[in-house]
């Protein structure tokens, strides 16, 4: 697979995991979901699944087949309540703070709120719910537009090495500090049904990415 492919690849589930964990409480954004789902699964199913090992068309499924009543529910009850055995809550500093303390999450908050300043970003999504700065979409949404710069310095034949590190670096320390315990606490937990699946992908992606960028 070419770079520029594989960067294409990266951009796409970045972007399609990004939506996955929006609290898409509207019938339009469900639906527009379910859109996203099937064009990824059609247009890059079988290159993930090779590739990385990454099922698409479960998600797929696990979402046809549940109701939108039941994803609501879901998801308001994982990610939204904050009761359970561990913080299923998706934003990195209020699980730092219920698991470590203040001073960690307020650190880790600040960090990704420089990293985005850096770029000149301010995260936009048209969901009613707006998700925090460290929320896993904001994260995931923010790789995905340093992966577009990456592609963009490439076509231009201009030196993508310090966007290339700022990936490196931005995931080193706002994504596999967190999202992997993250992710199998989702998976672990008996009221995940629709977030078992898809966190089990999530799992194999991160798994490429800690390898592509030769992250420890």
């Known amino acids: 697979m070419s770079v520029s492919v594989l960067l294409n690849v990266r951009h796409a589930l970045y972007d399609l ?3 996955l964990f929006l609290y898409k409480f509207g019938e339009d954004d469900y639906k527009q979901l379910l859109e996203k789902i099937d064009v ?5 199913g079988k290159q993930l699944e090779e590739v990385m090992g990454i099922r698409v068309n479960e998600i797929k499924r696990v979402f046809s087949e549940t109701k939108r009543s039941d994803y609501l529910l879901e998801y308001s009850t994982l990610f939204l309540s904050g009761f359970g055995v561990k913080p299923l809550l998706p934003v990195e500093s209020k699980r730092l703070f219920q698991l ?3 001073k960690v999450a307020t650190f880790k908050y600040t960090d990704v709120i420089r990293f985005y300043k850096s770029k000149g970003i301010v995260m936009k999504f048209s969901s009613q719910f707006n998700p925090e700065p460290d929320h896993v979409s904001s994260i995931f949404a923010f790789m995905s537009l340093l992966i577009e710069e990456e592609y963009e310095h490439r076509s231009e034949g201009r030196d993508p090495f310090k966007i290339v590190q700022d990936e490196k670096n931005f ?3 706002h994504i596999f500090s967190w999202i992997p315990d993250w992710i199998n606490d989702v998976i672990n937990d008996p009221r995940s049904n629709i977030y078992k699946i898809v966190c089990s992908e999530l ?3 991160l798994e490429f990415e800690r390898k592509y960028l030769g992250v420890n």
């Open 17 to 19: 995991f990004a939506d």
């Open 40 to 44: 990824v699964d059609r247009e890059l």
């Open 100 to 102: 470590i303390g203040e």
């Open 171 to 173: 995931a080193l320390t």
């Open 203 to 205: 799992a194999k992606f």
